[in-house]
């Protein structure tokens, strides 16, 4: 643990006589516990260049609901389920799975490194329909990830390694952290037009627009339901219609599907 190596670096490291940056390898021995602790203890100054990230903004709403006494509270900060009783709220699918997964006794072993095959082909079903033909003619590859957040940074930095001059579009607004995705992976972006409030509805005019004039081969990032953070999603005909400006642009269309499957836009329990 970083903080734990710090403070002991400190105490027992601290740098050499002479003021210059020094490495020592230290041996501590805890009295209680007869534990012998081996630590490379390098002088805390090699850190100082490394800033505090500053608080996390979602997070920090979370952190104010907990603080917060009035009986009228509710948190909309974070995306998840809560009972009546403002208790996090599993899902009973998600129970029965846990429950079967124990009576099978499945095992805990590496999966290959593109996955668990059976959660990948669940995933391309689900997404793309079982009797899509692009399935049958295997034309499909799929990757699992550690949650969202670790496959949008997978595709970040895939597109940074192979398409390094190709920008990413994103709706503005959207979920925070896709504009700290790519930067920390270098991927340039811009915004394309999608809340309009005026009719707190869709600026599907302005999203055409915008994405139409983005360069030829851009990387096009949509909510594949239940936009996040507005909730509004284009009608079938206007899906259609941006699939075929992505289409001519020769854009590249990627979905970011936070929350199709727990059914979170209908409620679905
Ligand atoms: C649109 C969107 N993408 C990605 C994520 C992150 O997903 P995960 O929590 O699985 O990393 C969220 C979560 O709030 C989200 O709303």
Same mark, same amino acid.
């Given at each position: 643990?970083?903080?734990?190596?710090?403070?002991?670096?400190?105490?027992?490291?601290?740098?050499?006589?002479?003021?210059?940056?020094?490495?020592?390898?230290?041996?501590?021995?805890?009295?209680?516990?007869?534990?012998?602790?081996?630590?490379?203890?390098?002088?805390?100054?090699?850190?100082?260049?490394?800033?505090?990230?500053?608080?996390? &903004?979602?997070?920090?709403?979370?952190?104010?609901?907990?603080?917060?006494?009035?009986?009228?509270?509710?948190?909309?900060?974070?995306?998840?389920?809560?009972?009546?009783?403002?208790?996090?709220?599993?899902?009973?699918?998600?129970?029965?799975?846990?429950?079967?997964?124990?009576?099978?006794?499945?095992?805990?072993?590496?999966?290959?490194?593109?996955?668990?095959?059976?959660?990948?082909?669940?995933?391309?079903?689900?997404?793309?329909?079982?009797?899509? &033909?692009?399935?049958?003619?295997?034309?499909?590859?799929?990757?699992?990830?550690?949650?969202?957040?670790?496959?949008?940074?997978?595709?970040?930095?895939?597109?940074?390694?192979?398409?390094?001059?190709?920008?990413?579009?994103?709706?503005?607004?959207?979920?925070?952290?896709?504009?700290?995705?790519?930067?920390?992976?270098?991927? &340039?972006?811009?915004?394309?037009?999608?809340?309009? &409030?005026?009719?707190?509805?869709?600026?599907?005019?302005?999203?055409?627009?915008?994405?139409?004039?983005?360069?030829?081969?851009?990387?096009?990032?949509?909510?594949?339901?239940?936009?996040?953070?507005?909730?509004?999603?284009?009608?079938?005909?206007?899906?259609?219609?941006?699939?075929?400006?992505?289409?001519?642009?020769?854009?590249?269309?990627?979905?970011?599907?936070?929350?199709?499957?727990?059914?979170?836009?209908?409620?679905?329990?």
């Amino acid at each position: 643990n970083l903080f734990s190596f710090l403070s002991w670096a400190q105490v027992f490291g601290g740098g050499r006589s002479d003021g210059r940056a020094g490495c020592r390898v230290g041996i501590l021995a805890r009295k209680n516990t007869g534990h012998i602790t081996m630590a490379l203890a390098v002088d805390a100054s090699r850190f100082e260049g490394v800033p505090m990230a500053p608080p996390d &903004p979602i997070l920090g709403v979370s952190e104010a609901f907990k603080a917060d006494t009035s009986d009228l509270k509710l948190n909309l900060g974070v995306g998840a389920y809560r009972t009546e009783e403002l208790q996090p709220a599993v899902l009973n699918v998600v129970k029965k799975a846990e429950k079967l997964m124990l009576e099978k006794g499945e095992n805990k072993e590496y999966l290959p490194i593109e996955g668990f095959a059976a959660f990948n082909k669940a995933t391309a079903d689900l997404l793309l329909g079982a009797d899509n &033909p692009v399935i049958k003619q295997g034309r499909v590859a799929t990757l699992q990830s550690l949650s969202g957040t670790g496959s949008l940074r997978l595709a970040a930095a895939f597109i940074q390694r192979y398409f390094p001059d190709a920008k990413v579009l994103i709706s503005s607004p959207t979920w925070g952290n896709h504009k700290n995705i790519f930067n920390d992976a270098r991927v &340039p972006w811009s915004e394309y037009r999608y809340y309009d &409030p005026k009719t707190v509805g869709l600026d599907f005019e302005g999203m055409i627009a915008d994405i139409q004039a983005a360069p030829e081969g851009s990387f096009v990032l949509l909510h594949g339901c239940a936009h996040n953070p507005t909730g509004i999603d284009p009608t079938p005909e206007q899906w259609e219609k941006l699939a075929d400006v992505i289409e001519e642009k020769k854009h590249m269309p990627f979905f970011d599907v936070a929350y199709q499957v727990n059914g979170f836009r209908v409620g679905f329990y």
